[in-house]
């Protein structure tokens, strides 16, 4: 065990060892990505994967839907740069593969990766509280309503980008 004492002098503060965790597992999504993209045919069986693997990491996956940027929030954690700059990172593994990794705009790739990432770990965690039934027929309707909502929003974020760079800066 651990004492709060410990975890505090070597953090210092809530706040940065929030900070310290998301970039660890943001970094440890970027391998799980680079693997999930090398061993699939497309985007479906990429969204399994990764899915796959949230679902066998229910800790982290809390933590992603509870602490992670990956949701919308009235003020900017101090973080903030560090993982859109691994959110970057991610969009650079995507894009070998995928035609939403390869949005001429860097803030749209940025959006369309964070809404997969919400929808994979929203879903990963349905199935983790046995919320819902864990099929690979579930399964595989959730991958598919991510990627369609994945193209659905890459066509909106062209058409609307001004509307959007407001809600996102």
Known sequence: GCSEFVIYSHFLSKENLIAKTNAYVLRKYIEYAEKAVASSHNVLETF??????????????????NYSHIFPRAKLLADYDGYKANMN???????????FGNENSELIRFLL????????????????HHEIKDTPEIRMLMAKNAIFDLSEYAGKYKTKRKARLNWTL
């Open 89 to 99: 990172v991610l969009c650079g593994v995507f894009a070998k593969a995928y035609p």
């Open 48 to 65: 399994l994967y990764l899915l796959n693997e949230a679902v066998n990491m229910p800790r982290v996956t809390d933590f992603i839907v």
């Open 113 to 128: 990766m964070t809404h997969f990432m919400r929808e994979m770990a929203v879903d990963a965690k349905l199935i983790i």
